[in-house]
């Protein structure tokens, strides 16, 4: 039997109590997307005390339960098809379940993506690959080579390997901390250093965030905000949450203008997602 209008509307009213309480409590930054890659890196940490198991269990756990069936972890675009995100951190978690000895057939699966998809993904983006593609993929590629996850390279594919180190070097000529805030960074700088600081900041994050962390923290107030109507936009609930998401978005619009440069280009690019 179809539910009623009636019902549904009861549903959608109950729905829309929990999720705007939220907005209003210490669990508003339930409505951000974790970054698998970030989320990766926490979990690469050890135990200070205890070498052979994570710092941050939830991280790690989170990683084996959230690889896509087709076998990468990623963000993907309209289709399930993945982003260029896929490779990095779908390199990134192969590497970290064989460091912790766990997701023997999550491995094979992401190296049969990999296998599959690495040379296709990179011909069709070679000539504009984001700065952060060119600095974090051939690190990743290292990691996953050293930790035994060895891939074969065609000669067409050394060539754009050679290609993207040769850019990743120019954009580390002119890096001006643009990592800061960064989860995997700052992880990855913890692992070399064992800096207090380091540890204290993604300890902080994973008190907030204790399974999947996003891709920086802290994260802004209007991203957040963005984020909980995008996931209302995807239930489908755009009709019954008409007025609230056109108050977020016009207090987004006018708080545009305290923001200039990357933050105001994300917000606007965030935004034109709902027009």
């Known amino acids: 039997m179809k539910p009623s209008l009636a019902s549904i509307l009861v549903l959608a009213s109950k729905l829309k109590e929990d999720i705007l309480s939220k907005t209003k409590s210490e669990h508003l930054q339930s409505f951000v997307s974790p970054s698998a890659y970030d989320t990766a890196w926490l979990a690469m940490i050890p135990h200070p005390l205890e070498h052979d198991t994570p710092l941050f269990k939830g991280c790690l756990e989170w990683l084996v339960d959230n690889q ?10 309209y289709g399930d098809f993945p982003t260029i995100d896929a490779l990095p951190a779908t390199l990134a978690c192969m590497v970290v379940l064989q460091k912790w000895g766990l997701g023997a057939q999550n491995i094979e699966k992401g190296l049969k993506f990999i296998h599959a998809n690495m040379v296709d993904m990179l011909h069709d983006q070679h000539d504009h690959l984001p700065r952060w ?53 700052t992880a990855q700088a913890y692992i070399s250093t064992q800096n207090h600081k380091c540890l204290k900041y ?26 909980m109507v995008d996931q209302v936009q995807k239930l489908g609930l755009y009709e019954y949450f008409a007025e609230e998401i056109d108050n977020i978005l016009r207090k987004i619009y006018s708080a545009i203008q305290r923001y200039s440069g990357g933050v105001l280009l994300t917000i606007c690019l965030n935004l034109s997602m709902f027009y």
């Not at 896509?68 to 675009?77: A, I, L, P, Q, T």
């Not at 600095?135 to 996850?149: C, D, K, N, Q, R």
């Open 68 to 77: 896509k069936e087709e076998g990468y972890w990623g963000e993907f675009v």
């Open 133 to 185: 593609f060119t600095i974090v993929f051939p690190a990743t590629v290292e990691l996953a080579e050293s930790s035994g996850l060895k891939h074969k390279f065609c000669d067409h594919m050394k060539s754009m390997m050679s290609d993207i180190s040769d850019q990743r070097r120019q954009v580390l000529v002119i890096e001006d901390g643009s990592l800061f805030q960064s989860p995997s960074a």
């Open 202 to 227: 993604l300890t902080s994050l994973v008190e907030k965030y204790p399974n999947g962390v996003p891709q920086k923290y802290p994260v802004d107030e209007e991203l957040v905000e963005l984020s």
